[in-house]
């Protein structure tokens, strides 16, 4: 047993899980393709603070996915590694931006359709918040933590595998074109400040057309904003706007 699954194992021994939930437990298992032995540990991987809340309960994701970003982070760094001997420190570092940052693992999210399966309060739930880029993206790390816990390292790295890298068999391309929202995944990683978090705010015109307006959070404060016929663009016109107004918001932190 590693020292992480150590760490967390007493804290995670609870192993009570609700009705609603065992009747959904085999098709969310079949979705993930990972199958728990505990699976009050699945339960807790999909249970939002608002739902904790709520419902007085004592656990939220929050915890596993601390650990589900270590894990993340260390396997698509060796995979990265053994895989581009070519490639020094730097780069490499870009290609992982890539595959770790919060909108990407969102999309993640979003392949495997785990909205459905979050545990939301009402309001939350009613403001459409299973849809939201953060907390999708916050689950697959709690989720990839949860399989680390429940089998160990190896079955994490091979969901890692299926799951995140698999499905972005371009990021090497991607990185020849290194876009505003790449650039302000990459400078929040070096200075230490988490992922930047892109909100939809408002969606206006006819819906075979829409125009989506987003804003970018960074370490609890709003800096930027951008709009665009699609998610994609909305996000590149709010990095672009983010790292215009860097220096108001983040003077304070060294540039490199």
């Known amino acids: 047993m590693s020292l992480l699954q150590i760490f967390f194992r007493k804290a995670e021994q609870t192993s009570d899980v609700s009705e609603t939930f065992l009747r959904d437990r085999s098709e969310i298992e079949k979705t993930l393709g990972y199958t728990f032995k505990k699976p009050h540990l699945l339960e807790r991987a999909l249970t939002h603070s608002s739902f904790v809340s709520q419902n007085n309960m004592g656990y939220s994701y929050e915890r596993l996915e601390f650990l589900g970003d270590a894990v993340l982070?260390?396997?698509?760094?060796?995979?990265?590694?053994?895989?581009?001997?070519?490639?020094?420190?730097?780069?490499?570092?870009?290609y992982r931006t890539i595959l770790v940052n919060g909108s990407y693992l969102s999309e993640c999210a979003m392949r495997l359709n785990l909205g459905r399966w979050i545990l939301l309060s009402d309001s939350s739930r009613l403001n459409g918040q299973r849809e939201?880029?953060?907390?999708?993206?916050?689950?697959?790390?709690?989720?990839?933590?949860?399989?680390?816990?429940?089998?160990?390292?190896?079955?994490?790295?091979?969901?890692?595998?299926?799951?995140?890298?698999?499905?972005?068999?371009?990021?090497a391309e991607e990185l020849q074109s290194f876009n505003y929202k790449g650039q302000l995944a990459e400078k929040c990683q070096?200075?230490?400040?988490?992922?930047?978090?892109?909100?939809?705010?408002?969606?206006?015109?006819?819906?075979?057309?829409?125009?989506?307006?987003?804003?970018?959070?960074i370490d609890g404060t709003v800096v930027g904003f951008g709009e665009g016929r699609n998610k994609k663009?909305?996000?590149?016109?709010?990095?672009?706007?983010?790292?215009?107004?860097?220096?108001?918001?983040?003077?304070?932190?060294i540039q490199s």
Do not use: C
Request: net charge negative.
């Open 73 to 94: 982070q260390l396997v698509v760094s060796d995979y990265l590694f053994k895989t581009h001997l070519h490639l020094n420190e730097g780069t490499l570092t870009k």
């Open 233 to 253: 663009e909305a996000s590149q016109h709010a990095s672009e706007d983010s790292l215009k107004n860097w220096d108001v918001f983040f003077s304070n932190k």
């Open 190 to 217: 070096r200075l230490k400040l988490g992922n930047p978090v892109f909100e939809v705010t408002k969606t206006t015109g006819p819906d075979h057309d829409p125009i989506y307006m987003i804003q970018v959070v």
């Open 132 to 171: 939201n880029d953060s907390i999708m993206a916050d689950v697959i790390e709690s989720l990839i933590a949860a399989i680390y816990l429940d089998g160990g390292f190896a079955p994490a790295e091979t969901w890692i595998m299926k799951h995140v890298i698999a499905e972005k068999p371009d990021y």
